[in-house]
């Protein structure tokens, strides 16, 4: 588990101070997986230099497993340091070190016996699916082989927690679903918590249980992605759904409407009942399905006809388990486009 309370770090660029993280708190428990989606510039890599304490933070707490890092002596840090197992974009092996030895590395360093090395060299490459390559080089594997092989080697040490820094963000699109379904793999493992960056909204849908938008350095909406998702007008909704937030309503004769069905009852006509309970047709103009965190979220935006008051429509949805709404009474979020 990782519990992160009210941390900054600020830099000062000449005169001018940046806080690049700007009050910080989250919370990651032990065997789920959180993101943290934020633009170029939001403060993601601080976040992760500071829970690694390789960058210190001005002020504020990070705790693994209850222990302290920020307060913990160098000692006691290095020791600390080792519960977490870090991913980056490019796994960044040794090339001269076969793929066991690259493994391997983090265990040598802290004076684990060779049989025991390679014991557990064995498990964490069958884990990851290179079972039969340990004796390769770096230079012989695809990219993706190379991210598989950092990531056995984060494992090595049995971290407590897995963080993980645009893993896939040097991948292509297949590699990276390859590389996202073995880091979701990995969360029931002894009780790993595992905390993905990513400025990819793919990421997030894919793996994540829950998820923090951070803005200039602030975290400006977090949630499990089953909640946030149904928030309509957030900023993190509007682009899990990926439905643009406004439509200009002068093109569309009528009223637009918002539908959210969640679970079994996204798999009901429910926009074809209520059609035939109001009398009038509705015509959808936008929608999309996702599933999400195992749930079905199916948002429909359609459009209620003029003469036909919307808010019948809308009381027709909401009797059948739908959530519904005008609209028009939809913030506006700026920001979301980057995000999808
Ligand atoms: N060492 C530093 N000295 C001064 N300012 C810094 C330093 N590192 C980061 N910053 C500033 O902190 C802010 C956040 O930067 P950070 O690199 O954490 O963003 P990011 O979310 O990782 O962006 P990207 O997606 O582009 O990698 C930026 O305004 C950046 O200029
Ligand atoms: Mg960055």
Known sequence: MITVEDLYKVYHQGKREVRALDGVSLTVPSGSVHGIIGHSGAGKSTLVRCLTMLDRPTSGTIEINGVNLTSARSNALRKARRRIGLVFQQANLFDSRTIADNVGYPLELIGVGRAERLRKVDELLGLVGLGDSGAAYPAQLSGGMRQR????????????????????????????????????????????????????????????????????????????????????????????????????????DGVLVDVLSTGEHATRPVVAHTSSEVGA????????????????????????????????????????????????DLADPTGTEDLA
Do not use: W, Y
């Open 149 to 252: 092989v950092g990531i056995a080697r984060a494992l090595a040490s049995d971290p407590d927690v897995l963080l993980c820094d645009e893993p896939t963000s040097a991948l292509d699109p297949r590699t990276t679903d390859e590389i996202l379904e073995l880091i979701s793999s990995l969360r029931g493992r002894d009780g790993l918590a595992v905390l993905v960056i990513t400025h990819e909204m793919h990421v997030v849908k894919s793996i994540c249980d829950s998820v923090s938008l951070l803005d200039g350095g602030r975290i400006v909406e977090s949630g499990r992605l089953t909640d946030v998702v149904r928030r309509l007008d957030g900023r993190l909704s509007q682009a899990l759904l990926g439905i643009p937030p406004h439509v200009d309503e002068s093109v569309v």
């Open 281 to 328: 047709p509705l015509n959808i103009v936008g929608g999309s399905v996702e599933h999400l965190a195992g749930t079905t979220f199916s948002h429909l935006r359609i459009a209620v006809p003029s003469g036909t008051d919307p808010q019948r429509v809308i009381d027709s949805l909401l009797s059948q388990g739908a959530d519904a709404r005008l609209t028009s």
